[in-house]
C-alpha cells in the first residue's frame, strides 16, 4: 500500500496538473524549499502515481503528467484537496504579514496576525525580525511594543511603492493580471490571490476594471496589458490607503502633466465618490502612468518617436556595432524599438520608478554577452546624463537586440499572431524567434489577449493560456525553446494536412507612384524656408513659427498650431542630445498641409533634454501636418527625422547652409529608399 502523501506533495501533483507541466526551478520558487527535498517530493510522486498508471516525465526540463485523462483525475482525487494553508511557505507568511502591515494604518496585535495565517505568535515575531530589516532598506520602520502591537512608520509613498513589490514578488504578472480580471483562483495557487481579491472586493475590482477602460480609452499611446494592469495595482493601493484615512501629500513639479494628473484625479472619484483632496495621491498615480511601457500609436508617426530618444537609440546600436562587430546600425527595426522603450524607461529612471522584468535572469543566461554588451554601452551613453540603467531594463534593451540578431531569417506562408502581454520587447523577440525558426511563418500582429481576433490568421502563439475558437493556438516561452519548436512544428504539420493558408495582405504598388511621390516631395520641399529669428524663449518661438506657418497658407488657426504644438512638446524632450538642435512637431487640426521650416535662433534658448536635463539649442526644425494626413507624408516626414540621427552632416546644412542647399538636402532625405 501506498503511503498518503504530504501536503506539499499534494501540493505539487496539482501545480504539475493545472499548469500541464512545470519546471524544477519554478517548483522550488513556489515553495521556497530545496532542490533536494522537492527530488525526494517527485520521487515520491512517481511510486505514488504508478498505481494509476501514470508516470512523471520531464520533456525540455519541464516535468509533465503523462497518463490518461481519467487515469490523472483518480490520481488527484485519491491525493485529496490541498491545505489553503499550504502554499503559504515561511517566506510568503512573512509577504503576508508585511502586507497587512503597510496597508494598515496604525497597530495590529500579534494575535489577530497570527489567527489570521494559523500559526502561533512566536512564529509571527521570528517573522518581524527579518521583515524589519527588509522595510528599513526601503525608508520605513518596524515599531513594536509589548501591550501596543507592530506598526509600520515612514514616508507614504514609500509603503505605498513598496506594497506594489511584494505583491509583484507573489505574483507572477499573468497570474495579477488574472486576479485583476476576475478568472477564477486554482486551489492550488498562492493564496496571496484570494487575498489581494478580497482586500479590495470582487465587485470593484470589477468596477475599477471598468473605470480605467473607460478614462484611459483615450490615453496616447495606449498601455499595453501588463501596463494597464501594473497601473490597476496602484490605484488598489492608493484607494486603500486612502480609505485609512491616510493622504499624500502634493508635491511641486515631477515630470507629470496637468493633464495626467487630472486623469488620475477623474480614476480616484470614480472609485471614492464624494471623497475630497486627493492631489496627492493623482500626482503619484500620474507618475507611474506616465512610466508605464507604452504602444506606439500611429497618430503618433509624424515622426517615427521622440526624436531625443532616436538619437540615444541610435548611439547605442553604432557602440553595440563596434563592440560586437555586427551590422546593427543598419537595422532600423531595432533603432525603433530601442527608442521606443528608453522614452518612458528615462522618465522612470530620472523619477525613480522600478519596473519588473520577469525574464531577467533567463535573458542573463541565454543572452549573457550580450546582456553584458547592453549594459557597457547602456552605461557609456545614458550615463553620460546621469541615469543609472537598473539590470530590469537592461534585460528588455537586450531583448531588443536579441529581435534584431535573430531577424536574418523570415518568410511568409502561414499567418500568425503573437500574443504577449508582458510588453514589446519579449513580443518582438517571440516574433523573431518565430520567423527564425519558421521560414514559413509569417507574423501579422501582436495582439492583446482581451482584444484578439483570431479571423484573420492561421495560428496564435501566446506566451500565456489562452482559447482561440476558431484556430489552433500553443502557449510558448519568449525564447521558443526546444518543447516551444516541437509544439509549433506540430501545429503547422497538422494546418498542412486539413487547411490552405489564407491569402497573404497585398503588397502595396509603388512602380507606378514613384515619379508622382517624387514630384510631391520636391512641391513638399521647394515651400519650406530657413529662418533667422530672435525669440525670448520656447514658447516665442512658437508662436512665431506658427503665425509664420499661417501667412504660408499651411495652416489656418494660430492659436490652434500653437497648442497642438506645445502639447506634443510636453510629452517629452525633443532636442538631439548634445547637438543644440531641436525638432517641434504635431498634427494639428488646423493644419491645410504638410509644412516643414527651419529656424536659425539669433540667441540660443534653453531646452528640455534628456532626463528633464535643460540644454541651449540655436536651430529648430518644426514639422507640422494634418490630423489625417497621408501616410506617404507622414512616411516622408519620418524619413527626414531618421536623416536628423543618421546623417550627420544634415544638421549643419539645416544649422547654417542657403535656402536651396538645404531644399536639396532635405528633398534626398525624404526620398531615401528603405533597403
Not at 503528467?65 to 484537496?81: K, P, S, T, V, W
Amino acid at each position: 500500500m501506498t503511503r498518503a502523501l504530504t501536503s506539499r506533495q499534494k501540493y505539487i501533483l496539482h501545480m504539475l496538473a493545472d499548469h500541464q507541466g512545470m519546471s524544477m526551478e519554478e517548483i522550488v520558487r513556489r515553495l521556497a524549499v530545496s532542490r533536494r527535498t522537492i527530488q525526494r517530493d517527485i520521487h515520491v510522486l512517481q511510486t505514488y502515481l504508478t498505481q494509476f498508471d501514470v508516470l512523471l516525465n520531464p520533456i525540455a526540463g519541464n516535468i509533465h503528467l503523462q497518463g490518461e485523462h481519467h487515469d490523472i483525475a483518480r490520481a488527484l482525487a485519491q491525493a485529496g484537496n490541498v491545505p489553503v494553508r499550504l502554499a503559504l511557505t515561511p517566506k510568503g507568511r512573512m509577504f503576508y504579514v508585511a502586507l497587512e502591515l503597510l496597508l494598515t494604518q496604525g497597530p495590529l496585535k500579534l494575535n489577530y496576525l497570527g489567527k489570521r495565517l494559523q500559526v502561533t505568535s512566536a512564529s509571527v515575531s521570528r517573522d518581524l525580525d527579518q521583515i524589519s530589516d527588509w522595510l528599513r532598506s526601503r525608508g520605513l520602520k518596524l515599531i513594536r511594543r509589548q501591550g501596543y502591537g507592530v506598526e509600520v512608520t515612514g514616508d507614504d509613498t514609500a509603503r505605498l511603492e513598496s506594497v506594489a513589490e511584494l505583491v509583484h514578488e507573489q505574483l507572477s504578472m499573468y497570474e495579477l493580471m488574472s486576479v485583476l480580471r476576475g478568472q477564477a483562483v486554482e486551489q492550488t495557487e498562492l493564496p496571496l490571490r484570494s487575498w489581494l481579491a478580497n482586500w479590495f472586493g470582487a465587485e470593484r475590482v470589477q468596477k475599477l476594471r471598468d473605470v480605467l477602460t473607460h478614462q484611459l480609452a483615450d490615453f496616447n499611446p495606449p498601455l499595453d496589458e501588463a501596463a494597464f494592469y501594473g497601473f490597476m495595482l496602484h490605484v488598489i493601493m492608493t484607494c486603500l490607503r486612502i480609505e485609512e484615512h491616510v493622504h499624500l501629500e502634493p508635491v511641486t513639479a515631477d515630470g507629470t502633466t496637468p493633464t495626467e494628473v487630472e486623469l488620475c484625479a477623474r480614476i480616484l472619484q470614480e472609485m471614492l465618490p464624494g471623497i475630497q483632496h486627493v492631489e496627492g495621491e493623482a500626482q503619484y498615480l500620474a507618475k507611474h502612468l506616465r512610466g508605464a511601457k507604452v504602444q506606439m500609436t500611429e497618430e503618433s508617426r509624424i515622426l517615427p518617436l521622440n526624436i531625443t530618444t532616436m538619437d540615444l537609440a541610435f548611439q547605442l546600436t553604432q557602440r553595440l556595432s563596434e563592440m560586437l562587430q555586427l551590422p546593427l546600425s543598419e537595422d532600423r527595426d531595432l533603432l525603433v524599438s530601442l527608442a521606443q522603450h528608453l522614452e518612458p524607461a528615462i522618465y522612470r529612471m530620472k523619477a525613480g520608478l522600478t519596473i519588473r522584468n520577469p525574464l531577467l535572469e533567463e535573458v542573463k543566461r541565454r543572452y549573457e554577452p550580450y546582456f553584458v554588451a547592453m549594459r557597457a554601452v547602456s552605461r557609456q551613453v545614458l550615463g553620460a546624463y546621469e541615469l543609472v540603467v537598473p539590470d530590469t531594463e537592461i534585460a528588455y534593451l537586450t531583448m531588443h537586440l536579441g529581435a534584431a540578431l535573430e531577424r536574418w531569417k523570415s518568410g511568409n506562408v502561414w499567418r500568425v499572431k503573437i500574443v504577449c502581454p508582458n510588453g514589446i520587447s519579449s513580443a518582438e523577440l517571440l516574433a523573431s524567434r518565430m520567423r527564425n525558426q519558421f521560414p514559413q511563418v509569417e507574423v501579422v500582429s501582436v495582439d492583446a489577449v482581451n482584444t484578439l481576433d483570431d479571423s484573420d490568421c492561421d495560428f496564435i502563439v501566446a506566451t500565456v493560456p489562452l482559447t482561440a475558437p476558431h484556430v489552433p493556438s500553443i502557449t510558448v516561452s519568449p525564447f521558443l525553446n526546444d518543447e516551444d519548436v516541437a509544439g509549433v512544428q506540430a501545429i503547422l504539420q497538422a494546418l498542412a494536412q486539413t487547411h490552405v493558408p489564407l491569402a497573404k495582405q497585398p503588397v502595396h504598388a509603388i512602380g507606378d507612384t514613384v515619379e508622382r511621390e517624387a514630384d510631391d516631395a520636391a512641391t513638399l520641399t521647394g515651400r519650406m524656408a530657413a529662418v533667422s529669428v530672435g525669440a525670448a524663449s520656447l514658447a516665442d518661438l512658437i508662436e512665431q513659427a506658427a503665425q509664420r506657418a499661417v501667412e504660408a497658407g499651411d495652416a489656418t488657426d494660430v492659436a490652434e498650431v500653437v497648442e497642438a504644438v506645445t502639447a506634443r512638446e510636453r510629452l517629452g524632450s525633443i532636442v538631439l542630445p548634445g547637438k543644440r538642435f531641436a525638432v517641434l512637431h504635431a498634427r494639428a487640426a488646423s493644419c491645410t498641409r504638410a509644412h516643414i521650416a527651419v529656424y536659425r535662433l539669433l540667441r540660443p534658448i534653453d531646452m528640455q533634454g534628456v532626463g528633464q536635463a535643460s540644454e541651449r539649442v540655436d536651430t529648430v526644425l518644426l514639422l507640422l501636418a494634418r490630423r489625417d494626413e497621408s501616410a506617404a507624408v507622414v512616411e516622408r516626414l519620418g524619413k527626414l527625422s531618421s536623416a536628423l540621427i543618421t546623417q550627420p552632416d544634415l544638421l549643419e546644412i539645416l544649422r547654417s547652409a542657403a535656402i536651396d542647399d538645404v531644399r536639396q538636402a532635405v528633398l534626398a532625405a525624404i526620398n531615401q529608399t528603405q533597403e
